[in-house]
């Protein structure tokens, strides 16, 4: 599917299990790395009205992403949407190029993202600030093989993006930043669980 990402998303709370099963089963490690986000609207805020994302992102390569809603994402706990992304040689010059087309630089998001091949699909275990989690991302069938594999149901499936799950950490805890950066929930105690888990699917 051409231009369309298809993905499924898990709240993790035995990352070192995940990531030696999928080892001893022969997965190939393609390395950690952490990633640097910024993400850009219109002055009005269209692009986050139209429930759009236009996002510069850092880690081993610059790339800059424009994602979209597809009318099948939810659906049996897929998390679904068509994206534009191409590769771009410098972040300051992009991020400036970005800004004087009239994008503002709205919020900034950081997590630490370790990626798997296997059974054709690609799966990343991501460490955020407010919790570790997991993506396997490719057709429906093999994500559906490696989640069977993984010993994974649709139950607990998440849906919704990373930046959805902290919006409402941030209502439920009255944060007081919209930046998703580590910095910021550095010696925080909270509950983040809870609010997560009521992203998960039931059944």
Known sequence: MKNIEVEVKYRLTDTDAIRQRLLLAGAEDLGRSFETNVRYDNADGAITQER????????????????????????????????????????????????????????????????FLFKGCEICLDTLPFGDFMEIEGERAPIEDVCLFLGLSRCGRIASNYLALFEALRQAFDLPFSDLTFAHFDGRKDDFGRVVATFEAVE
Do not use: N
């Open 52 to 115: 759009c994302l236009l996002r510069l992102r850092k880690d081993k390569k610059i790339r800059l992403t424009h994602k979209s809603p597809h009318p099948d994402s939810g659906i049996e706990g897929f998390k679904i949407h068509r994206e534009l992304e191409v590769e771009v040689s410098d972040f300051e010059t992009m991020d400036r190029i970005l800004r004087a087309l009239g994008f503002e630089a709205v919020q900034t998001y950081e997590k630490w993202r370790e990626t």
